[in-house]
């Protein structure tokens, strides 16, 4: 599978971006597709999943800003950020699992074999 993401920038506190993740070499929907995000010093963290079954996750720290969504069609994922904090300023990793990653583990970064290259997003105060 290959991921290929685009859709970072540069915004202010309280703007939006979409990130988009589009993915080949697989059937999509047998695809659990992640975003992750890493900060400068911080470990990777997960963001949201769709899952392959069509169920949604999101880290706590982004419900009700953030939204993930899918086209199957287009074979790709996307993620809608509203509302954005400097907090929220990151390296965004689209991610896809493809062996089946159970629920308690949906969040752990190990668990997805493949890795979009990143994309940055700078969220200025």
């Known amino acids: 599978v290959q991921l290929q993401a685009s859709g970072g920038g540069l915004v202010q506190a309280g703007g939006s971006l979409r990130l988009s993740c589009a993915a080949s070499g697989r059937t999509f929907r047998t695809i659990t597709m992640a975003w992750f995000r890493q900060a400068p010093g911080k470990e990777r963290e997960f963001v949201a999943a769709?899952?392959?079954?069509?169920?949604?996750h999101y880290v706590d720290s982004v419900k009700g800003r953030f939204t993930i969504s899918r086209d199957i069609a287009k074979s790709t994922v996307y993620l809608e950020m509203n509302s954005l904090r400097h907090e929220d300023t990151a390296v965004y990793y689209c991610a896809a699992d493809t062996s089946g990653v159970i629920l308690s583990q949906l969040r752990d970064p190990g668990e997805y074999e493949y890795w979009g290259q990143g994309t940055l997003v700078t969220v200025s105060s």
């Open positions: 769709y899952r392959r079954t069509g169920t949604i």
